[in-house]
């Protein structure tokens, strides 16, 4: 299995940044997707920015020019620097991978538990 676990949440006033990181761990073959998505209290979860292994990005158009995402390759981690957070930035941030176990051909998304992110004055 894969596990991903998150840390950098936290709470912020509006204006400033925050990092969010992840790791991934387990029985990894490899990892081809890794990305956000966030779930805002009452609406649903929602697409926050996505990398490959190649470095190609794709983003959400609410995020795009106040977040950036990366990823390094050997530590199977990605992260993602928020600048210029808004309140409703506020949401819970989860990590995804699209990833492969060793012995196993086939992909599986897999989830870390979320960390919270709260913009507020």
């Known amino acids: 299995q894969v596990q991903l676990v998150e840390s950098g949440g936290g709470l912020v006033q509006p204006g400033g940044s925050l990092r969010l990181s992840c790791a991934a761990s387990g029985s990894i073959s490899s990892i081809n997707v890794m990305g956000w998505y966030r779930q805002a209290p009452g609406k649903q979860r929602e697409l926050v920015a996505l990398?490959?292994?190649?470095?190609?990005?794709n983003s959400a158009d609410a995020v795009k020019g106040r977040f950036t995402i990366s990823r390094d390759n050997a530590k199977n981690m990605v992260f993602l620097q928020m600048d210029r957070l808004k309140p409703e930035d506020t949401a819970v941030y989860y990590c995804?991978?699209?990833?492969?176990?060793?012995?196993?051909?086939?992909?599986?998304?897999?989830w870390g538990r979320g960390t919270q992110v709260a913009v507020s004055s």
């Open positions: 995804t991978a699209l990833a492969r176990i060793s012995g196993r051909y086939s992909w599986e998304n897999y």
């Open positions: 990398i490959n292994s190649g470095g190609t990005t």
